[in-house]
């Protein structure tokens, strides 16, 4: 069940200030406060979503293109696209997921080694 209170719906809905990078009707796109990466921006579906199960299994065809897009679109304007980025989606407690709110990192601007820290 998804949390309105969510940390990403108060974003969304202007409650809590970001760090915007890039926006249309489809997603937000906003710098992380922790990162992890020289280069690290969080892009969230507008919709309410919990999980990339729940944003795949309930969202419109239009909702998911224009999302996948967008994750393209940022990594272009973050200027990570020639050298190499990571994409990287927590699902559950297992993964880690910290904000009930479906949502991807974009990764780089450095060697981020292997897929996971050693």
């Not at 239009?62 to 020639?82: C, K, N, P």
């Not at 927590?90 to 820290?117: M, S």
Request: aromatic share 8%; charged share 20%.
């Amino acid at each position: 069940m998804y949390d309105e209170h969510n940390i990403f719906a108060k974003i969304l809905r202007g409650e809590i200030p970001c760090d915007k990078v890039s926006e249309n009707d489809s997603y937000l796109a906003f710098k992380d406060i922790n990162p992890q990466a020289d280069v690290h921006v969080l892009v969230i579906p507008k919709g309410a979503y919990v999980s990339l199960d729940d944003f795949t299994s309930k969202a419109s065809d239009e909702e998911i293109l224009g999302f996948w897009r967008g994750v393209r679109s940022v990594a272009d304007q973050i200027g990570v696209i020639g050298a190499g980025f990571r994409i990287v989606a927590n699902h559950g407690a297992n993964a880690n997921q910290e904000v009930p709110h479906f949502h991807v990192h974009v990764l780089g601007g450095q060697n981020l080694k292997g897929l996971l820290p050693g």
